[in-house]
């Protein structure tokens, strides 16, 4: 069973950097795809970035491009999530997602059948 635990929320002054992990574990595939996926409060839950395991290609939201990178480690089985410049509008609770697909995307949220409980981020002076 694929289980996925995040970590790594907290309160950040807007400017700052945070860096969110997600811990993944039950796979029965080599391969596999990473989301990231956020939701605010009276907003749709929406597509941040995304890593495929298998060719390592990653996808961002254009709302987040030159601020947020995504990143694997194999061998911990984990993906990280590194932001930076951090702004007002990027507070809301962060889930990861994952899919035994080759590719990854952002744009479909059906595409991940497994999630994590997700971990708040709020970005406030």
């Known amino acids: 069973q694929v289980q996925l635990v995040e970590s790594g929320g907290g309160l950040v002054q807007p400017g700052g950097s945070l860096r969110l992990s997600c811990a993944t574990s039950g796979f029965t595939s080599a391969y596999y795809a990473i989301g990231w996926f956020r939701q605010a409060p009276g907003k749709e839950r929406e597509g941040v970035s995304c890593?495929?395991?298998?060719?390592?290609?990653?996808y961002y939201a254009d709302s987040v491009k030159g601020r947020f990178a995504i990143s694997r480690d194999n061998a911990k089985n984990t993906v990280s999530l590194q932001m930076n410049s951090l702004k007002p509008d990027d507070t809301a609770v962060y889930y990861c997602a994952a899919a035994e697909r080759y590719s990854c995307r952002i744009a479909t949220i059906g595409f991940y059948p497994y999630w994590g409980q997700g971990t708040q981020v709020t970005v406030s002076s």
């Open positions: 890593v495929s395991t298998y060719d390592g290609s990653t």
